[in-house]
Structures are given as C-alpha cells and as structure tokens.
C-alpha cells in the first residue's frame, strides 16, 4: 500500500571513464575481457525465469577472432516462443498491479550494480562479441544502459505527475496503466545499451515482454538477464528467446493479445513487421503500438565559414568510432570547394593515425564489423568505387577477413551526389564525400534533404548564424536528431532523446518520457462528491 508521495533519487549521468593506461578500471577490464575470453559460456533462452536449452545451438565468435569460440547460444521451436508468450501473460497481473515504487527499485538497484560490480563484465562482454573498444563499450554498455535505467524511473513519475484538471464538487485524477497483452522487444547487435532498454523500458511501466536479442548479441544479452535476476525483476515479466526472426515474429504477431512492438533494427524488417501486424489487426484485443528506431543515411554539411578542422574532425569520429555501426555514425558529407583541400589534409592526418585491430588493445581505435555478410556487403560497395568513373578511393579502401572482419576506415570522394555510397545505408567504417560549389548551398540543402529515405541524425558546420538559421529550416524534416558545430553521432540519455522519421523510424525518442508514454494506457477517472439527482437543467426552465 502506498503510504506517501514518494520522490524518486535525482537521474544524474553516469560519468565515464577514462581507461588510461595502468589504471585500476583499465586492469580490471582488461583482465575479465582475457578471463571471459578464454572460458566458453553457455547462453540458454530464459522462460518464466527458467533456463531453456535445446539440442540447436550456434556458437559465439569475437568478430575480430572469427575462428576462436567463447561459446553458445540455444535457439527456440515454435513452442518456445509459444511459452514465452503465456508465461509472460500470466505473470502480467501480478507484475501490472504492483506499485510503481517496486518496479522503480528493481531498475534503480540494476543501475547501481552496473555502475559497480557488473560493469567490467558487461563491458567486456561487449568488447568481445560485438567489437566494441574499451571507450565505446562503456559509453554504451555501462553508461548509457545506466542513465536509461535512472532517467526512465524519472521520467515515469514525471508522467504520474501529469494529472487534469478538477472543477468545483469533482475530481479528475489519470492512471497510466500497462498494455493489455504483452510487448515484444527485437534489439539489434550494435548497442547493448539498446538491447537492455527496450524490454526494460516497457516493463517499468508494468508491461510484461517477450524479448528477441540480435543473435550477435547474445553475449551481452546474458549479462543483462544476470543483472536484471541479481537486481530482482520477477520471474516471466521478461522472456528471453533466440532463433529464426521469422518463425519467431510470425508466432508473436499471432497472438490475440500482442499488445506493443519495440523495435530497433533495419528499416525493410521493419516495414514487414508492420504489415504483418496489419495483415493481422483483425485478431488483437487492442490496437498495437508500434514503435521503431530504423535505418540512417546520416549527414554532414558544411558552410565555406566552417573550421576545417572540426569538419575533418566530427567525419573522423562520426564515421569510424564502432566501425561505422551506429545508426547514427555519418556517411555521408558534403563540403564546399573552397575548404574541400584544408579539410582533406586534416581527414588524411587523422585517419592515418588510426590504428585498427582487437579491443583487447586499448590503442585501437578501429575493430572489426559484426560479421562475414556485413563485411563483404561493405567490401563490395568498396571495389565498386574503385572500379566505377564516378567515384575515388581518397583514403582506406583496404580489407581481410582472414582472422577477423577487418575493414580499413574509408573514404569515398562522389563525383555525382547521388552516387550509390551517397544514399545506400551501409553500416560500416566508410563515408561517402561530394564537394559542392560555395555558392550553391540552396541546392546543396536540398540534396541532403532529398537525397535518401531517412531521416534518423545530421549535422552542419558554420560559424556564420544566418547560414545556421537557413540550413537548419531547409533540413528540418531531413533529421529527427540535429546537431550544429558537432558530429551527429552520441546522444547521451536526458540530454538528446534520440529518434528519427520518414524511413528513419517513429520518432518516439529513446531516453525521453515521450518513449516510456508508449507503454501507456490512460484510464481517466472523474468522481463527483455530490451526485445529481434532478436530470433537469436550468435551461428547461
């Protein structure tokens, strides 16, 4: 019973670390990714708190060290999934019917036990099957899945808190109630961050899950259902299930009661998704909600008044850190002639300092994409701009996969603005550049705007503010995330809620209150203290 308006502990970002060399959190980390390493982990799906193993298994491989396996994940059968899905509704009433303060707790103590004793292995574990480095495992893996859990708690009762208003004699009071059913959450490889806050934030509003993780994220994935038990989530409000994505979703979106899809991956599965779901709309109990974070052809443009420098620095930064595996990484720019060489001369410095190999160093800047049809998707793109008059290999331009998916950071120079670099989303280390005319920047904001479908992240650079004026406005709708004088990549949770539209995804905005309403179902409640008992107005006379 609640007795008390409680306020909840102020959301304050957790600060990253440095890892410098020698340091206390660099030995440890660095010592539980050796020891993590050199074990073999068996990841089995977990129903109703049970651990489920089957006899198909597929084996876990760092993509840096494709040969070496640290261990195995269990695939589901059909009845699997079937299971997750009753074992989740029935564990719904109790979940949705404890008070918030609990399920506040539950995410709160996640939060504290990441920052401290779960943080060097959900790191490492991040470093090893997903090829993160040290710094962008634990702006992710740590940081970023800690501000998620202590924002999101914020954010709820900044929700509670919104209530209407009540006339003389009444009293008007909102209840945000779970979905009637149960979500389903598919997490992608590239953010274990992500993975942990899509389930996670529909269970805080009182929701129960079935939640598909990427197969390449398996690893990570594990820790977290760790984090989540020590932490003290019920048994069943959150089902883990691996396997075939198309067998898996076809059993959920069958369910007369799938109540929510939170998603995040590419935009094609998305768009299938979707239309299943319509395909199937005729048999739920409720509306579903849909809410996607999708593919990105992210921008940068540059103004002749922009610091060449900073230019060359955000494409060094916003196109290389985590391999270009970021829905938000730039690939695409578009720079005026006249600070095209300066520009130029700063990429090729820095990239030439970049040193490339397994997160293990700490030095490497670059590791290896996530799998073999990744890199040989990219390589492919690659020797075609080699090959085709429409384009130049300026920098990079090399790969080998023979120990692990290893591709140079790139650049493409476009001769054309629409070459296939220019508006193909490839989720790797490679940017495409065109070099526009200095007084053509109306038709230069209309390429990036009009160039692609999507509209997830971009960024401009000038230090002239009517320019800043002019090109935000002309790209308006080409960028749910918008950043000035900075790369578009590196949203931080309470700072920049990150979405995209048009094909980028529903805007709903991860890290925002505006995402945890999704989750919602508002029940109004007015009560009158004194009940008519005369139906006559005074209109009647």
Known sequence: MTRGFFNVPKAVNEPVKNYAPNSPETEELLATYKEMFNSNIDVPMHINGKEIRTDNTKNITPPHDHQHVVGQYHTAEKKHVVEAISTALSARQAWSSVSWMERASIFLKAAELLAGPYRAKMNAATMIAQSKNVHQAEIDAACEMIDFFRFNVQYMTDIFKDQPASAPGIWNRVEYRPLEGFVYAITPFNFTSIAANLPAAA?????????????????SAQVIVDLFKEAGLPDGVINVVYGDPVMISDTVLNSPDFSGLHFTGSTFVFKELWKKIGENIHNY???????????????????????????????????FEFQGQKCS???????????????????KAQTSELKMGSPEDPSNFVNAVIHENSFDKIAKYIDAAKADDDAEVIIGGNYDKSKGYFIEPTVILAKTPTYATM?????????????????????????VDQSTEYALTGAIFSTDRYIVEKASKALENAAGNFYINDKPTGAVVGQQPFGGARASGTNDKAGSAQNLLRWTSVRLIKETFVTPQDYKYPFLG
């Open 203 to 219: 269970a805080l509003m009182g929701n129960v899950v079935v939640w598909k993780p990427s197969d390449h994220q398996a690893y």
């Open 285 to 319: 109990k409720t509306y579903p909600r849909i809410v996607g974070e999708t593919g990105g052809k992210d921008f940068i443009w540059a103004h002749n008044s922009a610091n060449p420098l900073q230019v060359a620095t955000a494409i060094t930064r916003g196109a």
């Open 329 to 347: 990484a730039a690939s695409r720019a578009y720079i005026p002639t006249s600070i095209w060489f300066e520009v130029q001369k700063h990429l």
């Open 423 to 447: 508006t193909t989303e490839l989720f790797g280390p490679v940017i495409t550049i065109y070099i526009y005319d200095d007084e053509k920047i109306d038709e230069s904001l209309a390429l």
